[in-house]
């Protein structure tokens, strides 16, 4: 489970972090992370896949990174998360450190012990921040929230639904095909 430190953190102190120990910092507090299970991984590995795939496909401009993969939402130095899946279409804000702004789309895969900040905590933040598209995909109850902050709107699906990415004209993901 996700449990905030309460003192004023900094990027530094993430990067002072024993090796190995995963951990975003929002507005100054540290969350710790878990490992991710095999569902999680399996999750992950296929959403990558097809938005590589796709990506790859239509020789695209936009490059797809997994966790752990450093996002710096804002020029302070008092947020730093890791989303399970970040779609970036600037490379001008790619650094040999991850991505410092916002990437275009956001995925991540709710654990038990992220709900909270998965729900509520980074949808602030991602919004704020400019992510265009945040996708939260929720296997324990059968649910895939899109929120298109472009357009204000929110959608619900299941993993039998097939759907379509708002920051691509003919992206769409068929959620049936997902073994977990």
Same mark, same amino acid.
């Given at each position: ?37 095999? &569902? ?37 130095? &008092? ?13 001008? &804000? ?37 992510? &265009? ?48």
């Amino acid at each position: 489970m996700a449990l905030p430190q309460e003192q004023g953190y900094t990027i530094e102190d993430i990067y002072a972090l024993p090796e190995g120990t995963r951990a975003e910092l929002i507005d100054g507090k540290i969350y710790y992370m878990v490992p991710p299970n095999t &569902k999680h991984q399996r999750i992950s590995g296929f959403l990558h896949s097809k938005i590589y795939q796709y990506i790859s496909n239509h020789n695209g401009t936009c490059e797809t990174f997994t966790a752990p993969f450093a996002v710096f939402l804002s020029k302070d130095n &008092k947020n730093y998360v890791e989303p399970d899946i970040s779609v970036i279409c600037d490379k001008n &804000k790619l650094t040999d450190k991850g991505c410092v702004g916002a990437p275009d789309w956001i995925i991540e895969i709710v654990s038990p012990g992220s709900r909270r900040m998965d729900y509520f905590t980074k949808l602030f933040k991602y919004r704020t921040a400019g992510v &265009k598209e945040y996708w939260l995909v929720d296997s324990d109850k059968n649910r895939i929230l899109v929120y298109n902050f472009e357009n204000e709107d929110t959608q619900e699906f299941t993993f039998s639904d097939i759907i379509k990415a708002g920051i691509y004209t003919d992206l769409s993901i068929d959620f049936s095909q997902l073994n977990i």
